[in-house]
């Protein structure tokens, strides 16, 4: 059975969004603060701020992944806004929801 994506809803899509943005936002600082942490004996920056790691912490693990949350809500807004928009007059994105298809194309 083939059917046709013609439109979704952009709240769900702005929910699930920002819940992988969050996600991500929170790997990208765990990563950052392993660099950050690898690099500092071979920096003089570091020894300059005695807030250094504090504010390492806070940024790359409470603020970073809130605007990530942020920024991808918004983007997957515009993108699935726009992706509405033009389904209409286009015409959406088709699939193939016949299970026995799928699994003659593994097989080839």
Known sequence: MK?????FKIVSVMRIASFLGFITGIISGIISIIFWVAVSPFTTVIR????????????????SPIFSAMFMAIAAAIVFGLYNFFSKRIG??????DSRSVAKNKLE
Do not use: C, S, T
């Not at 059917?3 to 439109?7: F, L, P, Q, S």
């Not at 300059?48 to 603020?63: A, E, M, R, S």
């Open 3 to 7: 059917g046709i994506v013609k439109r």
């Open 92 to 97: 959406g994105i088709e699939i193939n929801l």
């Open 48 to 63: 300059g701020d005695p807030n250094f790691y504090g504010n390492l912490i806070v940024n790359n693990l409470l603020i």
